[in-house]
C-alpha cells in the first residue's frame, strides 16, 4: 500500500517508523527541508519538499497513485485542504486528516475527507475512561455513544457481595450481561450471586452507567 | 441603509485585517454596510481607522465560535482574506456550506488550488491574475485576456 505523508512534524516521524515496519510504502511532504532529510536519512523515505497545498507538488508526489493521502499538520486549513486536493484533483482513494479542534471533524468529513481523527476528542475520552476507572471500572460506549458497556469489580468489601443477582436493584435501562470469575466467563441468572474477585460486565444507557457502578462497586456499611 | 437599523442579510463580516482585509473594511463600511473584522492579532485590528464604524473581534476566523459572534447566521456577505490561503479556503467553505451564506468571497493567490471549492457557492479571487490583467490593460489597452 502506498501512503503519502503530509506536513506535520514528530507525528509524521513515528508514522513513518510505525507504517515502515508495516511494510507499507510511505512517501512524505513537508515545508521543513531539513526535516525531510533526517527523515529521508532515518527511515530511507521518499521526501518531498515543498508545500503540500501545492497541486504540483501532490503531482510531483504522485499522489494520484497513491492509496491514502494523510494530512498530519498542526493547521487545520492546511490539512483539510490537503484532503481536498486530493481528492477532487487526484482522486486519491482515502484521505485522512488529524483535526486539532474537534469541531471540525464533523464538518471535514462532510466535506469528503474520508477519515478524520481529533487529537482533542481522543484525549477528552481517554480522560473521562479514566476518569470512570477512578470507581475501578473499565467503560466503553457502543452505538454511538448510547449504550455503555462497563466492567465493575466486585471485591469483598462490596455491598452486593454474595447478594443473588435479582435482589439487586439496579436501573430499570441496565442488565449484568456477563460475569467474569476465575478467567471463566460466565452468563448469569437470576439466582447467581456474585462473590469477590467477580467481575460484572454491565449493558446500560449511557445515563445508567454511573448509578449502575455506584451500586455494584459500593462499600458495605459498616 | 444604516438608517433603516441593522437589517438581516445585509452585513458583511471580513476576515483577515492585514493591507487588504483594511481597505476592504474601509471601503465598505464607508459605503454605509455594516462590516465585522476578524483577526487574530488584536494589533492588526487597532490598525482600522477609528474614523469608520467597524466592528472587531479578536480570534481564529476558521473557528465557528469566533464566526458565530461575528454575527455569521445572519450575514450575507463573507470575505476571507487572510494571508493564509488554506484558511481563506477553509473559512468560505464553512461560510457556503455550513451557513449558507449567499455571498462568499475568498481570497487565493495560487489559482490551481480553486480546485478545492469546485461545486461550492464560492466566489475566488487572485490578486495576481487581476493584476496581470490591469498590467495588459493599462500597457496595452489589450483585451483582458485570461490569464493562466
Known amino acids: 500500500m502506498n501512503i503519502l505523508l503530509v506536513g506535520g512534524r514528530q507525528r509524521t516521524r513515528l508514522l513513518t517508523r510505525a507504517l515502515k515496519a508495516r511494510d507499507y510504502h510511505v512517501r ?3 515545508e521543513d527541508f531539513d526535516w525531510c532529510k533526517t527523515l529521508a536519512d532515518e527511515y530511507e ?3 518531498v519538499c515543498g508545500d503540500g497545498t501545492d497541486p504540483s507538488l501532490l503531482k510531483e508526489a504522485a499522489a494520484d497513485k497513491m492509496d491514502m493521502v ?8 492546511f490539512n483539510l485542504l490537503v484532503c481536498e ?10 484521505t485522512f486528516a488529524i483535526v486539532n479542534d474537534p469541531k471540525n471533524e464533523a464538518f471535514f468529513e462532510d466535506l469528503g475527507v474520508d477519515k478524520c481523527v481529533s487529537v482533542t476528542r481522543f484525549l477528552a475520552d481517554m480522560i ?20 455503555a458497556v462497563c466492567e465493575v469489580p466486585i471485591n469483598s468489601e462490596s455491598a452486593v457481595l454474595n447478594s443473588k443477582l435479582w435482589e439487586i436493584a439496579l436501573p430499570a435501562q441496565s442488565i449484568i450481561g456477563c460475569i467474569i470469575r476465575d478467567g471463566q466467563t460466565l452468563i448469569p441468572q437470576g439466582n447467581t450471586q456474585l462473590k469477590a474477585g467477580d467481575h460484572a460486565v454491565v449493558l ?12 455494584l462497586s459500593g462499600k458495605k456499611k459498616k | ?37 476578524i483577526d487574530r492579532d488584536e494589533n492588526a485590528l487597532k490598525r482600522l481607522p477609528s474614523s469608520y464604524r467597524v466592528s472587531v473581534i479578536a480570534g481564529d476566523g476558521t473557528d465557528t465560535d469566533i464566526l458565530e459572534l461575528a ?28 451557513y449558507q451564506i449567499k455571498n462568499v468571497l475568498a481570497y487565493i493567490d495560487d489559482m490551481s488550488k480553486t480546485v478545492s471549492c469546485q461545486g461550492m457557492n464560492i466566489i475566488t479571487v487572485c490578486p495576481t491574475v487581476l493584476s496581470v490583467n490591469e498590467a495588459q490593460r493599462v500597457l496595452f489597452h489589450a483585451k483582458e485576456e485570461k490569464a493562466v
Do not use: W
Open chain 2, 71 to 98: 454575527g455569521i447566521r445572519n450575514a450575507g456577505s463573507l470575505i476571507a482574506a487572510t494571508g493564509d490561503e488554506a484558511a481563506n479556503i477553509m473559512i468560505a467553505q464553512i461560510a457556503s456550506r455550513h
Open chain 1, 70 to 77: 494523510a494530512a498530519l499538520d498542526a493547521r487545520d486549513a
Open chain 1, 204 to 215: 446500560s444507557s449511557v445515563e445508567s452507567a454511573d448509578e449502575v457502578t455506584a451500586i
Open chain 1, 45 to 47: 523515505v521518499e521526501t
Open chain 1, 128 to 147: 473521562e475512561q479514566e476518569a470512570i476507572a477512578d470507581n475501578i471500572c473499565k467503560y466503553l460506549p457502543v452505538a454511538d455513544g448510547r449504550v
Open chain 1, 85 to 94: 486536493i486530493a481528492k477532487k484533483q487526484f482522486h486519491t482513494k482515502k
Open chain 1, 28 to 30: 512524505v511532504i513537508n
Open chain 2, 1 to 37: 441603509m444604516r438608517f433603516f437599523g441593522r437589517e438581516k442579510d445585509e452585513s458583511v463580516i471580513i476576515i483577515g485585517c492585514g493591507r487588504l482585509g483594511r481597505s476592504l473594511a474601509c471601503a465598505m463600511s464607508g459605503q454605509g454596510q455594516d462590516v465585522t473584522v
